[in-house]
């Protein structure tokens, strides 16, 4: 199994940039599928973005598809979510999660490991 931690949130502006960065450890990581989930104050967790163990197939939710990109290094044991063009409704804990799975899930009961989570902040 592996375990998770999430860095690269923070504050940024509308229509700005972040980077975060999910590290994993455990040298099974090439063989976990890896999705990105967010939840802002007072609603439900959301998927964001997801990436197969192969890293071939990926997979956005519609309010993230063409500004966020998902991208893993099984060499670094590390996935990435880069977000352009971030918006206020971006704001939200960003949580990292892994799964063993054929490829990937928006489903977040398939995923059995999760990180703590990383403040992401847009401001107006």
């Known amino acids: 199994q592996v375990q998770l931690v999430e860095s690269g949130g923070g504050l940024v502006q509308a229509g700005g940039s972040l980077r975060l960065s999910c590290a994993a450890s455990g040298r099974t990581f090439r063989l976990y599928t890896m999705g990105w989930f967010r939840q802002a104050p007072g609603k439900e967790r959301e998927f964001v973005a997801a990436i197969s163990w192969t890293g071939m197939n990926t997979v956005y939710a519609d309010s993230v598809k063409g500004r966020f990109t998902i991208a893993r290094d099984n060499a670094k044991n590390t996935v990435y979510l880069e977000m352009n063009s971030l918006k206020l409704e971006d704001t939200a804990v960003y949580y990292c999660?892994?799964?063993?799975?054929?490829?990937?899930?928006?489903?977040?009961?398939?995923?059995?490991?999760w990180g703590q989570g990383t403040q992401v902040t847009v401001s107006s």
């Open positions: 999660a892994a799964g063993r799975l054929s490829s990937t899930s928006s489903d977040s009961g398939a995923y059995d490991t």
